[in-house]
Every structure is written in structure tokens, then in C-alpha cells.
Nanobody
Framework: QVRLVESGGGLVQAGGSLRLSCAAS????????MGWYRQPPGKQREWVAT???????NYADSVKGRFTISRDNAKNTMYLQMNSLKPEDTAVYYCNRVWGTLNWGQGTQVTVSS
């Protein structure tokens, strides 16, 4: 069975940092582009960043220059380094495959206080 398990969220002050992890299983992780998404309270899920099988990255304008997406294929794990966090980054963060979306995991809560 496919599993996507996000972790690393928490409560931080504005300007702080967090590193999120996405542990994947049940499919060939290395053969798939992966992405991070987030859902702020009361809003729809939105795309945050993508990393291709070759390591090419893309970011939403709202996080460009502050967040870094990476992957470790040997560990079937993807990461999101989040720096200079802002209150508007508050959301539940999810990971998923870019092509052929899998069932969403539980996500990990990120809360940024002023």
C-alpha cells in the first residue's frame, strides 16, 4: 500500500526555520517527480514546490528564496527546508507525487506566530 508520511512541523516564531520530511513507500520513489503542498486554515490546498527525478526544482512565488526542496532517493524521503518563516506560511503541509496523485497523507501542521 502507498504511504506518504509528513513530519517535522511545529510552532515557530516569525523568522524561524523548520525542516519538513516526507517518507514515501509503496511505489518507486526515485522514478517520480515529487512536490510539497499546503493548506492554510479556511483555504484550498496550494502548490509550494516541486522537485523532478533529476533534481530540478521549482517554487511558488510566495516561498521562493526562503524554502528549499530536496530529495534523498536512497531513503525514499523528500525534504522542505523552510527559512525566514512568516505568519502567512501557517498551514498543514502535504507531500505527493506530481504525476499521478496518490492518496493524501495526514500532513504536518506548521504554525508561525508573529
Amino acid at each position: 500500500q502507498v504511504r506518504l508520511v509528513e513530519s517535522g512541523g511545529g510552532l515557530v516564531q516569525a523568522g524561524g526555520s523548520l525542516r519538513l520530511s516526507c517518507a514515501a513507500s509503496g511505489y518507486i520513489f526515485s522514478a517520480n517527480a515529487m512536490g510539497w503542498y499546503r493548506q492554510p486554515p479556511g483555504k484550498q490546498r496550494e502548490w509550494v514546490a516541486t522537485i523532478t527525478t533529476g533534481g530540478t526544482t521549482n517554487y511558488a512565488d510566495s516561498v521562493k528564496g526562503r524554502f528549499t526542496i530536496s530529495r534523498d532517493n536512497a531513503k525514499n524521503t523528500m525534504y522542505l527546508q523552510m527559512n525566514s518563516l512568516k505568519p502567512e506560511d501557517t498551514a498543514v503541509y502535504y507531500c505527493n507525487r506530481v504525476w499521478g496523485t496518490l492518496n493524501w497523507g495526514q500532513g504536518t501542521q506548521v504554525t508561525v506566530s508573529s
